[in-house]
């Protein structure tokens, strides 16, 4: 049997839990109609047109993406290199050090631009 | 040392079926009876620090108190506000329900055991991959989905924004947790999860004094600032307290389930429990040697065999979530800024940093022409160079500021009353004046320029009449 079977397995249990619960919660829960509360929630004023003017939210949250994926893919470069690094020898270990180096070198340039800064 | 096995040590090849779905009932119930429990315990041991009993009505000690909310749960309306996304509202508390279970299916619990009467043997682990904690770590970024489309979906403000930060937090935290995954893997040689288990068994002996001493063998002790900045990570990863901003209650009312009731919410409520015990369980398992008994009990040779190990895994899970409970009943919130520069400017450079360092004591043990003091020389040359090349960086950004160094500004002298009311100081501002009768629509005066009493005095006067 593949390792990836008793994964599916979980995951078959699990999503077939979330669907009855949400059932369960549309058929068993009462239904009263009442305008105030088919409204957004804001702490009991009459809540904005749109969310956040129109679903806009702050750039900053792009960047943080960005970044994100830049250190993600070190990581995913560094995993199989930790694995296999006691095969690959002295070699793997000092280009090791060469990339990280040039990761560094791009984050302290992020930091020194202000792109770790929150406002 | 030898080298260590890549694939999983675990041997799942008798595994019927019926055995594997077994298994992941029994993690299904696992999880949510412990869900149950820890709602229980929390609500308990927050309310003995803040000297009150907490729940103490249904069942002894209060113990069934989840159960009841869980009933009362399922029977409140399911309110769907009219400006949320109908589809999306929906799937995303199945995507975090159904993700926040994933990460258990390649948890070891204990070694191979008998199951109770029948002839069976199987690992106490549903199941194992030579990549087990790069599937853990997928199957964590998969949850941040279900927040980020529940935020988004719901069509309000503060869901919004609670969805954002959460995601921004939980994608903030993982880096600096992967990073500390590198240098277990580093050690072990593996990402089986079973493998790393294995890794910890014993290790190694050294000489002091013409006696042979054994090793401490987690890799809590031997790779110390890795598991330090790991349970630092997890709190952010689970969005726990003192790193709960996206429910933060003063902020943001509830975070990215703000619009959610009755059984959607238990989903998402479900699932952040659920996932308090993933990444206790990662930790149990990577640095405290996972189902394998702690150092006087591992003296006893039955310890490591049977169904003992599960009782070892389950109390040093729970007291991972016993921590959890602790931090929140004793620190207060993080500020985002403060949050955000932890996660980027400590956690991430210090989780490169020890990787690097453990990279090179590993070199110096496993490569027989690598000494000590040649990686030595090495570290500090890298140091250096980055050093050179950091003050670069610096010169090349700033060139103006170079040349011209910042002088050191006058304060700006600033009317306090000039809006019409008393306002305090901004940063690198002088108050003109600190009492007197409030300006109405009046310039402020410039910087450094001298206002004397009388012409303060004599056109206030004239203009709030106006005003």
Redesign the interface.
């Known amino acids: 049997m593949s390792p990836y079977v008793p994964i599916l397995v979980l995951l078959g249990i699990a999503f077939a839990f979330s669907l009855l619960t949400v059932g369960l919660g549309m058929i068993l829960g009462p239904r009263r109609y009442g305008t105030a509360k088919m409204e957004a929630y804001e702490s009991g004023i009459q809540p904005t047109p749109r969310a956040v003017g129109g679903g806009r939210f702050p750039v900053k949250y792009y960047l943080v993406a960005m970044l994100f994926i830049i250190f993600d893919i070190e990581g995913v470069f560094l995993l199989p290199f930790a694995v296999a690094f006691d095969s690959l020898g002295m070699f793997a270990l000092a280009e090791m050090v060469l990339f990280v180096a040039t990761v560094f070198v791009a984050y302290a340039y992020v930091w020194r631009r202000g792109g770790l800064e929150w406002e | 040392m030898t080298?260590l096995a890549?694939n999983?040590v675990a041997d799942?090849?008798d595994?019927t079926?019926w055995v594997?779905?077994g298994?992941?009932?029994f993690?299904?119930v696992f999880l949510v009876v412990g869900t149950i429990l820890m709602i229980w315990a929390e609500r308990r041991v927050v309310a003995r620090m803040q000297s009150r009993p907490g729940p103490n009505r249904f069942g002894p000690f209060g113990l069934l108190q989840p159960l009841a909310d869980g009933v009362k749960?399922?029977?409140?309306?399911?309110?769907t506000?009219?400006?949320v996304d109908r589809v999306v509202f929906?799937v995303a508390?199945?995507i975090s329900?159904?993700a926040?279970?994933?990460a258990?299916?390649?948890i070891p619990f204990g070694p191979e055991a008998r199951i109770p009467f029948t002839d069976i043997r199987t690992p106490l682990q549903?199941?194992?991959?030579p990549i087990a904690?790069?599937?853990i770590l997928a199957a964590a970024a998969v949850g941040v989905y279900g927040i980020v489309l529940g935020g988004?979906s719901?069509?309000?403000?503060?869901?919004?924004?609670g969805g954002?930060r959460s995601?921004?937090q939980v994608?903030?935290y993982?880096?600096a947790m992967?990073?500390a995954?590198?240098?277990v893997?580093?050690y072990s040689?593996?990402?089986s999860t079973s493998a790393i288990v294995d890794a910890q068994a014993s290790g190694g002996t050294a000489q002091l004094f013409g006696m042979t001493l054994d090793l401490p063998s987690w890799h809590a002790i031997t790779l110390l600032p890795s598991f330090v900045i790991y349970c630092i990570a997890m709190v952010g990863e689970t969005n726990r307290a003192p790193f709960d901003l996206p429910e933060a209650e003063g902020e943001l009312?509830g975070g990215y389930h703000?619009?959610y009731s009755?059984?959607?919410f238990?989903?998402f409520f479900l699932a952040e429990y659920v996932n308090m015990f993933t990444v206790s369980a990662i930790a149990t398992t990577l640095f405290l040697g996972g189902w394998r008994a702690p150092f006087p009990l591992s003296l006893w040779d039955g310890a490591n065999h049977g169904w003992w190990p599960m009782l070892w895994f389950v109390l040093k899970v729970a007291i991972f979530m016993f921590c959890f409970i602790w931090l929140r009943g004793t620190l207060p919130r993080l500020r985002?800024?403060q949050f955000?520069?932890l996660g980027?400017?400590w956690l991430?450079?210090a989780a490169?940093g020890w990787?690097?360092v453990v990279?090179?004591l590993?070199?110096t043990q496993?490569?027989e022409?690598?000494s000590t003091q040649k990686v030595l020389i090495?570290v500090a040359a890298?140091i250096a160079?980055?050093l050179v090349?950091?003050l670069f960086?610096?010169w090349l950004?700033?060139p103006e500021e170079r040349r011209q160094p910042r002088q050191a500004a006058e304060p700006q002298a600033v009317d306090p009353f000039a809006g019409g009311y008393p306002v305090p100081p901004m940063p690198g501002q002088r108050l003109a004046r600190t009492s007197g009768p409030v300006l109405v629509a009046q310039q402020v005066p410039a910087a450094g320029q001298d206002t004397t009493d009388e012409e303060q005095d004599s056109q206030p006067g004239e203009e709030a009449r106006r005003g």
């Open positions: 080298m890549e999983p799942f090849s595994d079926i594997v779905l298994k992941a009932l993690i299904f749960l399922i029977l409140k309306e399911d309110i506000p009219r400006a929906v508390p199945i329900g159904t926040a279970f994933l258990f299916s390649v549903l199941t194992d991959l904690l790069l599937f988004w719901s069509g309000s403000t503060y869901p919004l924004l954002l995601s921004a994608i903030s993982e880096i992967a990073l995954l590198v240098s893997f580093l040689g593996s990402m009312v703000t619009e009755s059984t959607k238990l989903l985002y800024d955000m520069a980027w400017k991430i450079p490169l990787t690097l990279a090179g590993r070199a496993q490569f022409s690598v090495g890298v160079a980055l090349v950091v960086i610096d950004v700033s």
